[in-house]
T-cell receptor, first 109, second 111 residues
Framework: DAKTTQPPSMDCAEGRAANLPCNHS???????VYWYRQIHSQGPQYIIH???NNETNEMASLIITEDRKSSTLILPHATLRDTAVYYC??????????FGAGTRLTVKP | NAGVTQTPKFQVLKTGQSMTLQCAQD?????MSWYRQDPGMGLRLIHY???????DQGEVPNGYNVSRSTTEDFPLRLLSAAPSQTSVYFC??????????FGPGTRLTVT
């Protein structure tokens, strides 16, 4: 798995977009970028994944740079319930996820 | 569907005791995994299984055994508990696609 680097914490105002960066400069061609989040001490929740193209689903958007060395997870209208730790993972093996420390996002009213 | 279930939710063991953490899923997923999460840290993979009868080691397998006799169940056995195994344990399953489904976790304390 490629090593990923994320800021340890970020704040966001409720209703604004939350942009969470991730650096994965050593990513290889067959490695996907996955994002999960963990609310309180619950089990992690899948958000989105991508390989090369930008992706969007009902939860978030994933923007991957053209050289694939970094990506940004976008929560378009953050709510208080989006307060969580967000994990960025780069891997070719979905069954062997290596979670780092993640980014603790705090959404403030 | 109940999804991924784990029992017990909480457990306290004495050093040297053994126990089994249970994990079950009712989604007919082939792939199942066990992770541990220490305070303030991300999850680390202990063991995983790609189907009944097939298991493999993850990042931190020492002190743990697994078996997969059915598609539904993937128990994790602690052979001789140590304080270093105090952690929160998560089980996950996936149909082989991209999304892993995690259970609610078991909080284990070894004294």
């Amino acid at each position: 798995d490629a090593k990923t680097t994320q800021p340890p914490s970020m704040d966001c105002a409720e209703g604004r977009a939350a942009n969470l960066p991730c650096n994965h400069s050593t990513i290889s061609g067959n490695e996907y970028v996955y994002w999960y989040r963990q609310i309180h001490s619950q089990g992690p929740q899948y958000i989105i994944h991508g390989l090369k193209n930008n992706e969007t689903n009902e939860m978030a958007s994933l923007i991957i740079t053209e050289d694939r060395k970094s990506s940004t997870l976008i929560l378009p209208h953050a709510t208080l319930r989006d307060t969580a730790v967000y994990y960025c993972i780069a891997t070719y093996n979905n069954n062997d996820m290596r979670f780092g420390a993640g980014t603790r996002l705090t959404v403030k009213p | 569907n109940a999804g991924v279930t784990q029992t017990p939710k909480f457990q306290v063991l004495k050093t040297g005791q053994s126990m089994t953490l249970q994990c079950a899923q009712d989604m007919n997923h082939e792939y199942m995994s066990w992770y541990r999460q220490d305070p303030g840290m991300g999850l680390r993979l202990i063991h995983y299984s790609v189907g009944a009868g097939i298991t493999d080691q993850g990042e931190v397998p020492n002190g743990y055994n697994v078996s997969r006799s059915t598609t539904e169940d993937f128990p994790l056995r602690l052979l001789s508990a140590a304080p270093s195994q105090t952690s929160v344990y998560f089980c996950a399953s996936t149909p082989g696609g991209y999304e892993q489904y995690f259970g609610p976790g078991t909080r284990l304390t070894v004294t």
